[in-house]
Nanobody, 123 residues
Framework: QVQLVESGGGLVQAGGSLRLSCAASGLAFSTYIMAWFRQAPGKEREFVAAISWSGSNTYYSDSVSGRFTVSRDNAKNTVYLQMNSLKPGDTAVYYC????????????????WGQGTQVTVSS
Protein backbone atom coordinates (compact mmCIF):
# COMPACT_ATOMS: atom_id res chain seq x y z
CA GLN A 1 0.00 0.00 0.00
CA VAL A 2 1.44 3.34 -1.07
CA GLN A 3 1.73 5.94 1.65
CA LEU A 4 2.98 9.51 1.37
CA VAL A 5 3.41 11.48 4.58
CA GLU A 6 4.21 15.19 4.44
CA SER A 7 5.75 17.16 7.29
CA GLY A 8 7.50 20.45 7.95
CA GLY A 9 4.66 22.89 7.51
CA GLY A 10 3.97 25.70 9.91
CA LEU A 11 3.60 29.43 10.41
CA VAL A 12 6.33 31.71 9.08
CA GLN A 13 6.67 35.42 8.43
CA ALA A 14 6.92 36.79 4.92
CA GLY A 15 10.48 36.50 3.65
CA GLY A 16 11.14 33.42 5.76
CA SER A 17 11.88 29.83 4.80
CA LEU A 18 10.47 26.38 5.39
CA ARG A 19 11.53 22.93 4.30
CA LEU A 20 8.83 20.36 3.62
CA SER A 21 9.46 16.64 3.58
CA CYS A 22 7.45 13.79 2.11
CA ALA A 23 8.28 10.27 3.26
CA ALA A 24 7.12 7.53 0.90
CA SER A 25 6.52 3.85 1.58
CA GLY A 26 5.00 0.91 -0.24
CA LEU A 27 6.58 1.71 -3.60
CA ALA A 28 9.88 1.47 -5.42
CA PHE A 29 10.54 5.13 -4.74
CA SER A 30 13.40 5.69 -7.17
CA THR A 31 11.20 4.61 -10.10
CA TYR A 32 8.56 7.29 -9.53
CA ILE A 33 8.40 10.90 -10.58
CA MET A 34 7.49 12.96 -7.52
CA ALA A 35 5.79 16.31 -7.31
CA TRP A 36 4.47 18.95 -4.95
CA PHE A 37 1.10 20.64 -5.29
CA ARG A 38 -0.70 23.15 -3.14
CA GLN A 39 -4.26 24.26 -2.49
CA ALA A 40 -5.24 27.55 -0.95
CA PRO A 41 -8.67 28.12 0.63
CA GLY A 42 -11.31 28.58 -2.03
CA LYS A 43 -8.90 27.81 -4.86
CA GLU A 44 -8.16 24.81 -7.03
CA ARG A 45 -5.14 22.65 -6.36
CA GLU A 46 -2.14 23.84 -8.36
CA PHE A 47 1.14 22.33 -9.43
CA VAL A 48 4.25 23.61 -7.63
CA ALA A 49 7.26 21.48 -8.62
CA ALA A 50 8.29 18.06 -9.89
CA ILE A 51 11.45 15.99 -9.82
CA SER A 52 12.54 13.11 -12.01
CA TRP A 53 13.44 9.61 -10.86
CA SER A 54 17.11 10.30 -10.15
CA GLY A 55 16.63 13.94 -9.27
CA SER A 56 18.58 15.18 -12.28
CA ASN A 57 15.59 17.01 -13.76
CA THR A 58 13.19 19.41 -12.09
CA TYR A 59 10.60 21.93 -13.14
CA TYR A 60 8.55 24.55 -11.33
CA SER A 61 5.49 26.69 -11.68
CA ASP A 62 6.22 30.27 -12.62
CA SER A 63 4.91 31.47 -9.26
CA VAL A 64 7.63 29.65 -7.28
CA SER A 65 10.50 29.42 -9.75
CA GLY A 66 13.66 30.91 -8.26
CA ARG A 67 12.33 30.69 -4.69
CA PHE A 68 11.53 27.00 -4.20
CA THR A 69 13.78 24.00 -4.74
CA VAL A 70 12.63 20.38 -5.00
CA SER A 71 15.04 17.55 -4.22
CA ARG A 72 14.94 13.90 -3.32
CA ASP A 73 16.93 11.31 -1.41
CA ASN A 74 16.20 7.91 -2.91
CA ALA A 75 18.09 6.16 -0.10
CA LYS A 76 15.60 7.66 2.37
CA ASN A 77 12.53 7.42 0.14
CA THR A 78 11.96 11.11 0.73
CA VAL A 79 11.28 14.16 -1.41
CA TYR A 80 11.82 17.69 -0.14
CA LEU A 81 10.61 21.18 -0.96
CA GLN A 82 12.84 24.01 0.21
CA MET A 83 10.81 27.21 0.23
CA ASN A 84 12.61 30.54 0.50
CA SER A 85 11.44 34.15 0.31
CA LEU A 86 7.95 33.05 1.28
CA LYS A 87 5.02 35.33 0.52
CA PRO A 88 1.51 35.46 1.99
CA GLY A 89 0.30 34.17 -1.37
CA ASP A 90 2.18 30.91 -0.70
CA THR A 91 -0.24 30.11 2.13
CA ALA A 92 -1.84 26.76 1.32
CA VAL A 93 -1.97 23.09 2.15
CA TYR A 94 0.97 21.45 0.41
CA TYR A 95 0.70 17.91 -0.94
CA CYS A 96 3.23 15.53 -2.39
CA UNK A 97 2.19 13.15 -5.13
CA UNK A 98 3.49 10.40 -7.38
CA UNK A 99 2.98 10.01 -11.09
CA UNK A 100 1.88 6.59 -12.36
CA UNK A 101 4.79 4.18 -12.70
CA UNK A 102 6.24 4.31 -16.19
CA UNK A 103 5.20 7.92 -16.82
CA UNK A 104 7.38 9.94 -19.12
CA UNK A 105 8.97 13.15 -17.87
CA UNK A 106 6.55 16.01 -17.20
CA UNK A 107 3.61 13.70 -16.63
CA UNK A 108 0.09 14.98 -17.02
CA UNK A 109 -1.32 12.82 -14.25
CA UNK A 110 -0.53 12.10 -10.60
CA UNK A 111 -2.35 9.30 -8.83
CA UNK A 112 -1.18 8.96 -5.21
CA TRP A 113 -1.40 11.84 -2.76
CA GLY A 114 -0.36 12.53 0.79
CA GLN A 115 -2.63 14.07 3.40
CA GLY A 116 -1.00 17.48 3.14
CA THR A 117 0.79 19.87 5.45
CA GLN A 118 -0.36 23.42 6.17
CA VAL A 119 1.92 26.34 5.34
CA THR A 120 0.85 29.77 6.56
CA VAL A 121 2.82 32.89 5.68
CA SER A 122 2.01 36.01 7.66
CA SER A 123 2.58 39.52 6.34
Amino acid sequence: QVQLVESGGGLVQAGGSLRLSCAASGLAFSTYIMAWFRQAPGKEREFVAAISWSGSNTYYSDSVSGRFTVSRDNAKNTVYLQMNSLKPGDTAVYYCATAPRGSSWRPAKYDFWGQGTQVTVSS
